[in-house]
């Protein structure tokens, strides 16, 4: 099961791995003596959540040799499938993976969760969360944005 949604794992992982280094190199950089960036901190959470929606679809639209695994595996197993029409199922699939990368948008954009500002509060982190939610909802954007390509490029070969 896990191999039909590799492209979204590997998807997931390089937007971790993006939007880890640019939060670290604009926090370096606002934070230091040279004074290269001055972003007040709210205009700052406000920049990185879109440089993370940016990052995330543009690594979810991103056609790669897992994409392209993905869409094979996704194929063969919706012709396993004892259906007159195995399309109906990857259209299926395709249309739930496209409305739960919006979701995601959506929730990036939102403001975080009050559950989630008392947790990091708790830790002394609360001014973090405008940053961690964003970050944590791009994920979701890069992986199941990858997985719904891997599904289209499965129906546009049928």
């Known amino acids: 099961?896990?191999?039909?949604?590799?492209?979204?794992?590997?998807?997931?992982l390089i937007q971790a791995g993006a939007i880890s280094g640019l939060t670290l190199v604009v926090l370096v950089l606002r934070s230091s003596r040279l004074d290269l960036v001055q972003i007040p901190?709210?205009?700052?959470?406000?920049?990185?959540?879109?440089?993370?929606?940016?990052?995330?679809?543009?690594?979810?639209?991103?056609?790669?040799?897992?994409?392209?695994?993905?869409?094979?595996?996704?194929?063969?197993?919706a012709s396993l499938m004892k259906l007159d029409k195995p399309d109906q199922v990857?259209?299926?699939?395709?249309?739930?993976?496209?409305?739960s990368t919006v979701g995601f948008i959506v929730l990036e954009l939102a403001p975080p969760p009050r559950l989630m500002v008392s947790a990091l509060s708790t830790v002394g982190l609360a001014n973090a969360a405008p940053i961690i939610w964003p970050g944590l909802m791009s994920l979701g954007v890069a992986g199941f944005g990858a997985n719904a390509l891997a599904t289209w490029a499965a129906l546009r070969r049928r």
């Not at 099961?1 to 997931?12: N, P, T």
């Not at 993370?52 to 094979?72: D, M």
């Not at 990857?90 to 409305?99: C, K």
């Open 90 to 99: 990857m259209r299926r699939l395709f249309a739930l993976l496209w409305y």
């Open 41 to 77: 901190r709210a205009s700052l959470s406000t920049f990185l959540a879109l440089a993370y929606l940016l990052i995330a679809i543009a690594v979810s639209l991103t056609f790669n040799r897992f994409v392209a695994a993905t869409s094979r595996r996704i194929e063969h197993a």
């Open 1 to 12: 099961m896990l191999r039909l949604f590799q492209a979204g794992l590997i998807a997931a």
